[in-house]
């Protein structure tokens, strides 16, 4: 079964410090990793997502996630955060079947303080 | 502009309603999803769609059905509401393939009473 997990259910980190929000995932063959942004009343908003290629990927909003094979992870990082990053973050794994399905995390809610 | 829009942002209703959750995406995917969110959960899959007319269940269909006439809307519907489908429900919509993302709507709040 392919599954995903994010280990904090909140994270809190001071303005300008660099942050990490950490998922690991479980799947059979080549992982599609995603990291979703929600903001508070919102729908998801996609950040960023790996498919192959180079380890270390850039998204939306300065962030970016390092994908390591050997420790099965796929952590979300930020040089210098902003109040402004506050939300609840959730990684996914795309899962083949039939049909692409996306399987999310139980999220992690990122808070940052001035 | 990408735009996925669910009919409502807030919704009430009586235990025992039949209630339709309205999803329409302008982008032409070929995928569309149900999602519900409850805390400390995250998101849970409840049906999906890959074409018109084609549908398969998600880990939690049970109390729920689905409709796709058109390939822009996706219905979600609660045969019979109950407390516990009290929630947030996501409608997503996707292109086909493994490494596509996914575009959500706004969200739909749902209180059963």
């Known amino acids: 079964a392919q599954s995903v997990a994010q280990p904090e259910d909140q994270v809190n980190v001071a303005e300008g410090n660099p942050l990490t929000v950490k998922c690991t995932y479980s799947v059979s063959g080549n992982p599609y990793l995603f990291w979703y942004v929600q903001y508070p009343n919102r729908g998801l908003q996609f950040l960023l997502k790996y498919i192959t290629g180079d380890n270390l990927v850039k998204g939306s909003y300065g962030f970016e996630a390092e994908f390591n094979k050997s420790q099965t992870s796929f952590h979300l990082k930020k040089p210098s955060a902003l109040v402004s990053d506050s939300a609840l973050y959730f990684c996914a794994v795309s899962r083949y079947s039939s049909a692409s399905k996306i399987i999310f995390g139980s999220g992690t809610r990122l808070s940052i303080r001035p | ?113």
């Open chain 2, 1 to 113: 502009d990408v735009k996925v829009t669910q009919s409502s942002r807030y919704l009430v209703k009586r235990t025992g309603e039949k209630v339709f959750l309205e999803c329409v995406q302008d982008m032409d995917h070929e995928n569309m999803f149900w999602y519900r969110q409850d805390p400390g959960l995250g998101l849970r899959l409840i049906y999906f769609s890959y074409d018109v007319k084609m549908k398969e269940k998600g880990d939690i269909p049970e109390g729920y059905s689905v409709s796709r006439e058109k390939k822009e809307r996706f219905s979600l519907i609660l045969e019979s509401a109950s407390t516990n489908q009290t929630s947030m429900y996501l409608c997503a919509s996707s292109l086909v393939g493994v490494n596509t993302e996914a575009f959500f709507g706004q969200g739909t709040r749902l209180t059963v009473v």
